[in-house]
């Protein structure tokens, strides 16, 4: 079961932010622990002492309300459970399934005796009425599925050391419930990735939007899953397909990232000239957020872009550990990532499959010299034996991927 691995950094979230009035959205892809993270969470309020009945537990995606059900009806049926006299813990998994879910939510707030968790699995959740409605009054945790340590953590019972055990994160699947479907055998794990990838495409995207062509918007999805870690535009992608007689209008392929990246399928990363401190507004990189549907949408033959998909999961974890993240600019070379942390400084990576070769760590390096300020710039890769390099700190992305923060 997904709930024997304590999401630790989302629970302290929860833990710093709960009985404050403020509206809690856990936000993310389907299937990425948002129920299972409610679940550890009531479990701890339960073991603080707090009665069962101050702990109220909604999933909009069952069907537990007629359909001639209105907000009213629901905001009035959970009312009545309430304790007046002691706070009361609202949790409601997908509530966008009801019209006009966003005046529920508003009403529960307003109770000063309600503390309200909320989850949803697209970025329109937060959009229109919703954000017009509660703007100031909710603060998002934004979930991805499991990172290295979790992985780890899953896999207590093996015998495989932590490079074995990076070598299958590298090219599995990292949703909870997959990982957990890992000793199934392999054909049951891609029934689940693909049931949870057509779930993605058919309720958050298909249903929401009038797709005439599933063709093209397969195409492009798994032209972007190719292209993970490679500055793209519109415009090229629209070039490249025609040139594969794929013909699809790069304005169509503007929509159809735009859908993709709300249903947090894919991450869009700007780029950022690092001498003139600007962010540029073309030539973006898209990152995939669980590796196991690219190898579902393009196949094994995949594994030689190792250095792309090592890319993808730092820009994965450099995002769990809240960072602002660009690729950076200087000159005519590019760093991997800039980020800003929670204090405002700076950070700079390079991220490389190896730097034992003389070329490829002078290739590597050169970006990151030619930054004249003093913040910390690092190199991760998957060599076992590292050292610092003309003041940029080189470490093993295993033991960076394991650092506690």
Request: overall charge neutral; some cysteine; charged content about 25%.
């Given at each position: 079961?997904?709930?024997?691995?304590?999401?630790?950094?989302?629970?302290?979230?929860?833990?710093?932010?709960?009985?404050?009035?403020?509206?809690?959205?856990?936000?993310?892809?389907?299937?990425?622990?948002?129920?299972?993270?409610?679940?550890?969470?009531?479990?701890?309020?339960?073991?603080?002492?707090?009665?069962?009945?101050?702990?109220?537990?909604?999933?909009?995606?069952?069907?537990?309300?007629?359909?001639?059900?209105?907000?009213?009806?629901?905001?009035?049926?959970?009312?009545?459970?309430?304790?007046?006299?002691?706070?009361?813990?609202?949790?409601?998994?997908?509530?966008?399934?009801?019209?006009?879910?966003?005046?529920?939510?508003?009403?529960?707030?307003?109770?000063?005796?309600?503390?309200?968790?909320?989850?949803?699995?697209?970025?329109?959740?937060?959009?229109?009425?919703?954000?017009?409605?509660?703007?100031?009054?909710?603060?998002?945790?934004?979930?991805?599925?499991?990172?290295?340590?979790?992985?780890?953590?899953?896999?207590?019972?093996?015998?495989?050391?932590?490079?074995?055990?990076?070598?299958?994160?590298?090219?599995?699947?990292?949703?909870?419930?997959?990982?957990?479907?890992?000793?199934?055998?392999?054909?049951?794990?891609?029934?689940?990735?693909?049931?949870?990838?057509?779930?993605?495409?058919?309720?958050?995207?298909?249903?929401?939007?009038?797709?005439?062509?599933?063709?093209?918007?397969?195409?492009?999805?798994?032209?972007?899953?190719?292209?993970?870690?490679?500055?793209?535009?519109?415009?090229?992608?629209?070039?490249?397909?025609?040139?594969?007689?794929?013909?699809?209008?790069?304005?169509?392929?503007?929509?159809?990232?735009?859908?993709?990246?709300?249903?947090?399928?894919?991450?869009?990363?700007?780029?950022?000239?690092?001498k003139g401190k600007q962010q540029l507004a073309t030539q973006e990189?898209?990152?995939?957020?669980?590796?196991?549907?690219?190898?579902?949408?393009?196949?094994?033959?995949?594994?030689?872009?190792?250095?792309?998909?090592?890319?993808?999961?730092?820009?994965?974890?450099?995002?769990?550990?809240?960072?602002?993240?660009?690729?950076?600019?200087?000159?005519?070379?590019?760093?991997?990532?800039?980020?800003?942390?929670?204090?405002?400084?700076?950070?700079?990576?390079?991220?490389?499959?190896?730097?034992?070769?003389?070329?490829?760590?002078?290739?590597?390096?050169?970006?990151?010299?030619?930054?004249?300020?003093?913040?910390?710039?690092?190199?991760?890769?998957?060599?076992?034996?590292?050292?610092?390099?003309?003041?940029?700190?080189?470490?093993?992305?295993?033991?960076?991927?394991?650092?506690?923060?």
């Open positions: 079961m997904n709930h024997l691995i304590n999401r630790q950094n989302y629970i302290q979230q929860l833990e710093k932010l709960k009985d404050k009035h403020i509206i809690k959205v856990i936000t993310g892809l389907r299937r990425s622990g948002k129920s299972t993270l409610f679940e550890i969470f009531i479990q701890q309020i339960r073991d603080s002492g707090v009665s069962a009945r101050n702990v109220q537990q909604y999933n909009f995606e069952k069907p537990i309300y007629p359909q001639e059900y209105t907000w009213r009806d629901i905001y009035k049926d959970i009312l009545a459970k309430t304790d007046k006299d002691n706070m009361n813990y609202i949790f409601l998994d997908e509530p966008q399934q009801i019209s006009e879910f966003e005046r529920l939510i508003d009403a529960l707030y307003v109770e000063r005796y309600i503390d309200l968790y909320v989850t949803g699995s697209n970025a329109y959740f937060l959009s229109g009425d919703l954000a017009t409605l509660l703007s100031g009054r909710y603060i998002t945790i934004h979930i991805l599925p499991f990172s290295f340590a979790e992985f780890c953590e899953s896999q207590k019972d093996t015998t495989m050391n932590k490079y074995e055990l990076f070598n299958h994160y590298l090219y599995e699947t990292s949703l909870p419930q997959g990982v957990f479907l890992r000793n199934q055998g392999t054909d049951i794990q891609n029934m689940y990735i693909q049931d949870v990838y057509n779930t993605i495409v058919e309720k958050d995207i298909r249903q929401r939007y009038t797709i005439q062509n599933s063709r093209s918007f397969d195409n492009l999805s798994k032209f972007l899953m190719g292209a993970i870690g490679s500055v793209v535009s519109p415009n090229n992608i629209s070039k490249a397909m025609k040139q594969d007689r794929q013909a699809i209008h790069h304005n169509t392929v503007e929509k159809y990232i735009e859908y993709l990246v709300s249903a947090y399928v894919f991450y869009q990363v700007n780029r950022f000239d690092i990189k898209y990152y995939l957020v669980d590796i196991g549907f690219r190898n579902l949408k393009l196949g094994k033959f995949q594994y030689q872009d190792v250095g792309h998909i090592l890319e993808n999961i730092v820009y994965l974890e450099l995002n769990r550990r809240g960072y602002q993240i660009w690729i950076g600019k200087i000159g005519e070379y590019e760093v991997d990532f800039i980020v800003k942390n929670a204090l405002n400084k700076f950070e700079y990576y390079q991220v490389a499959w190896s730097i034992t070769d003389p070329k490829t760590a002078e290739r590597e390096i050169r970006p990151l010299k030619s930054i004249s300020d003093n913040y910390p710039k690092y190199i991760l890769s998957t060599d076992i034996i590292t050292a610092e390099i003309e003041g940029i700190e080189h470490i093993n992305i295993v033991d960076w991927l394991l650092k506690k923060e």
